[in-house]
């Protein structure tokens, strides 16, 4: 069965440095993986995704994930933190040859310092 | 372009009530998955809807039922009411099934059980 696992309940990072956001996933064919970030009572709000291709992903807001294949990871990245980059980041993965139910991890919320 | 929609914003219930949440779709798009979130959680898939038919279903009680309108639209509803139904009610649309293209979620119906 498909699973995502976020190791990092809370990721600390002084505002403009880089970070990081951990995703493992375990998937039974090519995975489809997606990024999604929640502010408080918001719905989620897609960042990037990963299907096919180039293993560095850009998307919104400056965000970029790197998909590893051997290390079934998919490791959310940004060069430069910002203060409003301060909330809840859910990694999910979708396995459209077994069916297209879409897992998300546990969420990790991600401070930004000022 | 509207996005997604979800009525109404917060409930409140009593355990043993039945409930109805309601979702319009993003513009163009013609399938809604449903998503339940507690406190902390990540999102659980409840079930999808394509074509007015439930395609996909998580491990939900039949408790939990949906339903499809002709115009995209959606029904999430909940009998027999349980305090650990209090959670965050996502709906997500997208175009089509299987295609790996991102889902687009509202806001959620925040439902609490007295």
């Known amino acids: 069965a498909q699973s995502v696992a976020q190791p990092e309940d809370q990721v600390n990072v002084a505002e403009g440095n880089p970070l990081t956001v951990k995703c493992t996933y375990s998937?039974?064919?090519?995975?489809?993986l997606f990024w999604y970030v929640q502010y408080p009572n918001r719905g989620l709000q897609f960042l990037l995704k990963?299907?096919?291709?180039?293993?560095l992903v850009k998307g919104s807001y400056g965000f970029e994930a790197e998909f590893n294949k051997s290390q079934t990871s998919f490791h959310l990245k940004k060069p430069s933190a910002l203060v409003s980059d301060s909330a809840l980041y859910f990694c999910?993965?979708?396995?459209?040859?077994?069916?297209?139910?879409?897992?998300f991890g546990k969420g990790t919320r991600l401070h930004i310092l000022p | 372009d509207a996005g997604v929609t979800q009525s109404p914003t917060h409930l409140i219930k009593t355990r043993g009530q039945q409930v109805t949440l309601r979702c319009s779709p993003k513009?163009?798009?013609?399938?809604v998955s449903w998503y339940q979130q507690a406190l902390g959680q990540g999102p659980q898939f409840i079930f999808q809807?394509?074509?007015?038919?439930?395609?996909q279903r998580g491990n939900f009680p039949d408790r939990f039922s949906g339903h499809q309108f002709p115009n995209y639209s959606s029904e999430l509803n909940v009998n027999a009411l349980l305090l650990g139904d209090s959670a965050l009610y996502l709906c997500?649309?997208?175009?089509?099934?299987?295609?790996?293209?991102?889902?687009?979620f509202g806001d959620g119906t925040r439902l609490s059980i007295l």
């Open positions: 998937v039974s064919g090519n995975p489809y």
């Open positions: 809807y394509y074509e007015e038919e439930e395609r």
């Open positions: 997500a649309s997208s175009l089509g099934t299987g295609t790996g293209q991102p889902q687009h």
């Open positions: 990963y299907i096919t291709g180039d293993n």
């Open positions: 513009s163009g798009h013609d399938t």
């Open positions: 999910a993965v979708r396995d459209l040859i077994r069916d297209d139910k879409i897992i």
